[in-house]
């Protein structure tokens, strides 16, 4: 029964930074063997991998955003975070958490509700 409640849906004007939250409840962020992954989709096109936090507390990401994403956890609050910096329009998107399990055949089983964010063109 793992929850992952995501931060509002915001606007956000261009060359500023993007977060985005996650909270999650059921599940321990640190739980070994599991990571915490960031994943999008912009209008009209598939799901984007971003990048992800291990229990462990290193973060990695796609060659495409790894000069603009952070992945920062919190775990007193069981949460972690994503900051994309430097936005433009390109990135308006559904952003999602999810979690992965670092086991044979393993996909994102539970995700966050999502969380819509507008780059201002």
């Known amino acids: 029964q793992v929850e992952m409640r995501q931060s509002a849906p915001g606007v956000v004007n261009p060359s500023h930074t993007l977060s985005v939250t996650c909270t999650v409840s059921?599940?321990?962020?640190?739980?070994?063997?599991?990571?915490w992954n960031w994943i999008r989709q912009a209008p009209g096109k598939g799901l984007e991998w971003i990048g992800g936090i291990h229990s462990r507390g290193n973060s990695f990401f796609t060659p495409s955003l790894k000069s603009r994403a952070s992945i920062s956890r919190d775990i007193s609050k069981n949460q972690i975070t994503l900051q994309l910096s430097a936005v433009t329009p390109e990135d308006t998107a559904v952003y999602y958490c999810?979690?992965?399990?670092?086991?044979?055949?393993?996909?994102?089983?539970?995700w966050g509700q999502g969380t819509q964010v507008t780059v201002a063109s």
């Open positions: 059921g599940d321990s962020i640190t739980t070994k063997f599991v990571s």
């Open positions: 999810a979690r992965l399990r670092d086991v044979d055949f393993a996909d994102f089983d539970y």
